[in-house]
């Protein structure tokens, strides 16, 4: 994990992107996220590509540990 000031941030993040409370990131949840204020549509299957290459425990989400780990606490 990263330091607390950090964490801090991704659990703002997460409250951001977890639209239904449940403390992990769909792939549906990101997609809306990513497609906000863009006009454009992401295709689902790169969201799906970009969670399963983060997913250390292959629930088909990110949690908080994930997400902080793949944007590697810059």
């Given at each position: 994990?990263?330091?607390p000031?950090?964490?801090?941030?991704?659990?703002?993040?997460?409250?951001?992107?977890?639209?239904?409370?449940?403390?992990?990131?769909?792939?549906?949840?990101?997609?809306?996220?990513?497609?906000?204020?863009?006009?454009?549509?992401?295709?689902?299957s790169i969201?799906?590509?970009?969670?399963?290459?983060?997913?250390?425990?292959?629930?088909?989400?990110?949690?908080?540990?994930?997400?902080?780990?793949?944007?590697?606490?810059?």
């Open positions: 994990m990263c330091c000031a950090k964490k801090a941030e991704m659990l703002e993040l997460l409250s951001v992107l977890d639209k239904n409370n449940d403390k992990k990131v769909s792939v549906d949840e990101l997609k809306e996220f990513l497609e906000q204020g863009r006009g454009t549509t992401l295709d689902k969201v799906q590509k970009f969670i399963d290459k983060h997913d250390k425990d292959k629930d088909g989400k990110l949690d908080l540990e994930e997400l902080a780990e793949c944007l590697a606490c810059a």
